[in-house]
């Protein structure tokens, strides 16, 4: 694993089918489906945030009412959003990025990116328990939130739109252990 993520596991691309659902959805009712389905992806992990991001901003977040932890979570999504997207990509093919949950040592994270354009990100106890447990619900997640918006259905080749199925990427970035040099 890269350097620069100590401890990491990444899952690399599983391919997922859309479910079979109506093909014309209002937005509003996506987008009510994408905030329970993350409401229960938070829960699932006993996780204090999660949020669904893309490059340009935070799609959707619980809990709402956020404290200063959650609000600097936050502001690392919607600084690092291209960098956390391009991770999956750059763990597989060894270029170097950096760590950009350096400064996060209380909280395990759960990233899952789809196509390298729309991610979610959990903060929780136990990264690995929630990625083992939330396979289905993830795959609901994604084909909501690919249906609320097409762009995300292309991956950063132009494949998707029409033949393939969404590429789905799950990185595990646990606590940071102890210094073995201390």
Same mark, same amino acid.
């Given at each position: 694993?890269?350097?620069?993520?100590?401890?990491?596991?990444?899952?690399?691309?599983?391919?997922?089918?859309?479910?079979? #659902?109506?093909?014309?959805?209002?937005? @509003? +009712?996506?987008?009510?489906?994408?905030?329970?389905?993350?409401?229960?992806?938070?829960?699932?992990?006993?996780?204090?945030?999660?949020? $669904?991001?893309? &490059? +340009?901003?935070?799609?959707?977040?619980?809990?709402?009412?956020?404290?200063?932890?959650? /609000?600097?979570?936050?502001?690392?999504?919607?600084? #690092? &959003?291209?960098?956390?997207?391009?991770?999956?990509?750059?763990?597989?093919?060894?270029?170097?990025?950096? @760590?950009?949950?350096?400064? /996060?040592?209380?909280?395990?994270?759960?990233? $899952?990116? $789809?196509?390298? +354009?729309?991610?979610?990100?959990?903060?929780?106890? !136990? &990264?690995?328990?929630?990625?083992?447990?939330?396979?289905?619900?993830?795959? &609901?997640?994604?084909?909501?939130?690919?249906?609320?918006?097409?762009? /995300?259905? $292309? !991956?950063? +080749?132009?494949?998707?739109?029409?033949?393939?199925?969404?590429?789905? @990427?799950?990185?595990?970035?646990?606590?940071?252990?102890?210094?073995?040099?201390?």
């Amino acid at each position: 694993m890269a350097d620069y993520l100590p401890g990491a596991s990444y899952s690399p691309a599983r391919h997922f089918a859309t479910l079979p #659902q109506p093909m014309f959805e209002s937005a @509003d +009712k996506l987008r009510r489906d994408v905030a329970e389905m993350l409401e229960a992806l938070r829960g699932l992990g006993a996780g204090r945030y999660a949020a $669904v991001f893309d &490059a +340009k901003a935070v799609v959707a977040e619980t809990p709402s009412d956020t404290s200063e932890e959650e /609000w600097a979570l936050r502001r690392l999504l919607q600084s #690092q &959003a291209q960098a956390l997207l391009r991770l999956p990509t750059a763990l597989h093919g060894g270029d170097e990025l950096g @760590d950009p949950f350096a400064e /996060w040592t209380d909280d395990e994270f759960l990233l $899952v990116v $789809v196509n390298g +354009k729309v991610g979610v990100l959990v903060a929780c106890a !136990d &990264a690995a328990r929630l990625e083992a447990d939330a396979g289905r619900l993830l795959h &609901a997640l994604f084909d909501r939130l690919l249906r609320l918006d097409s762009g /995300w259905r $292309v !991956d950063e +080749k132009g494949r998707g739109l029409f033949f393939g199925s969404p590429r789905l @990427d799950t990185i595990v970035v646990p606590r940071p252990g102890p210094d073995p040099g201390a």
